[in-house]
Nanobody, 117 residues
Framework: QVQLVESGGDLVQPGGSLRLSCTAS????????MAWHRQAPGKERESVAY?????????YYADSVKGQFTISRDNAANTVYLQMNSLKPEDTAVYYC?????????WGQGTQVTVAS
């Protein structure tokens, strides 16, 4: 059983920054893909960023966050990060991380990000 624990969500003013963390109970170097997703109230879940496994660390971003968010990983800490800059009210959502571990996908419990003045 793989467990993921997200942290770092907070209330932040527009234009501010946050860094979300997702720590896994397994060695993420061996994971296929790790990703961040978000779901705003009344909206469908959106996948915002992916990072590949091993040493390549290829990344993918949704158009809605490209140039604004950065995904990274620290294999030694089994942690994936999401650096979010220039936050806007429309970035308000519950943010979830996920890991593709073998044939299965596991999700964290989510962390709330609220962007408001």
């Amino acid at each position: 059983q793989v467990q993921l624990v997200e942290s770092g969500g907070d209330l932040v003013q527009p234009g501010g920054s946050l860094r979300l963390s997702c720590t896994a109970s397994v060695n993420i170097f061996s994971a296929n893909i790790m990703a961040w997703h978000r779901q705003a109230p009344g909206k469908e879940r959106e996948s915002v960023a992916y990072i590949s496994s091993g040493s390549s660390c290829s990344t993918y971003y949704a158009d809605s966050v490209k140039g604004q968010f950065t995904i990274s990983r620290d294999n030694a800490a089994n942690t994936v990060y999401l650096q979010m800059n220039s936050l806007k009210p429309e970035d308000t959502a519950v943010y979830y991380c996920s890991i593709q571990w073998g044939p299965q996908s596991y999700w964290g419990q989510g962390t709330q990000v609220t962007v408001a003045s």
